[in-house]
């Protein structure tokens, strides 16, 4: 076994046991590349998000894998650490993929999250499919919230229409 792996075996471990400062100081006698974006991604899994960035200038692991560590995360469907990875300065593309996989599955506070860091809005018909997949997936109040941020006139009947199938006797007037 060579030293590298050696060291990579050491960090894995500590990460295992969720001690990442001593992971991190393993990490620096020489673990692989591989291994110190794996202890990357586990601190922003562990929630240490402010602290990756210098995770990653200890580790002299440049930026733009950022990019690959918010496609891992938009793989496995984890979108709220896409988004903390994605706040550590990921690349316009990556953004608006995470807006759209937001908007293709009805998570309305995660795409206004990433609204906010982008000072971006949505168009008429990102609001509209947004809507439409809240509709399908029978959140009724986040979609009737999105009403305001520009729906078509056809969306805004079709939620009308799903009040009324759910069974709703009143309904707001938009």
């Given at each position: 076994?060579?030293?590298?792996?050696?060291?990579?075996?050491?960090?894995?471990?500590?990460?295992?046991?969720?001690?990442?400062?001593?992971?991190?100081?393993?990490?620096?006698?020489?673990?692989?590349?591989?291994?110190?974006?794996?202890?990357?991604?586990?601190?922003?899994?562990?929630?240490?998000?402010?602290?990756?960035?210098?995770?990653?200038?200890?580790?002299?692991?440049?930026?733009?894998?950022?990019?690959?560590m918010?496609?891992?995360?938009?793989?496995?469907?984890?979108?709220?650490?896409a988004?903390?990875?994605?706040?550590?300065?990921?690349?316009?593309?990556?953004?608006?993929?995470?807006?759209?996989?937001?908007?293709?599955?009805?998570?309305?506070?995660?795409?206004?999250?990433?609204?906010?860091m982008?000072?971006?809005?949505?168009?008429?018909?990102?609001?509209?499919?947004?809507?439409?997949?809240?509709?399908?997936?029978?959140?009724?109040?986040?979609?009737?919230?999105?009403?305001?941020?520009?729906?078509?006139?056809?969306?805004?009947?079709?939620?009308?229409?799903?009040?009324?199938?759910?069974?709703?006797?009143?309904?707001?007037?938009?």
């Amino acid at each position: 076994m060579s030293k590298t792996e050696e060291i990579d075996s050491l960090v894995k471990a500590y990460i295992e046991r969720n001690n990442l400062d001593q992971a991190l100081r393993k990490a620096k006698l020489g673990a692989s590349k591989e291994m110190k974006i794996f202890l990357t991604m586990a601190y922003i899994n562990a929630g240490q998000v402010e602290e990756v960035k210098s995770v990653m200038k200890i580790l002299n692991i440049p930026l733009k894998e950022i990019d690959s560590m918010v496609d891992f995360y938009r793989s496995k469907g984890w979108i709220g650490a896409a988004i903390d990875a994605a706040k550590l300065g990921t690349s316009e593309d990556r953004y608006e993929l995470l807006i759209k996989d937001c908007i293709r599955n009805g998570w309305v506070p995660e795409v206004l999250e990433v609204l906010k860091m982008r000072k971006r809005k949505l168009s008429t018909q990102e609001v509209d499919a947004l809507i439409k997949a809240c509709i399908n997936k029978g959140f009724l109040l986040d979609a009737q919230k999105l009403v305001y941020l520009g729906a078509s006139k056809e969306v805004i009947d079709s939620l009308r229409k799903a009040y009324i199938e759910a069974g709703y006797e009143s309904i707001l007037c938009f």
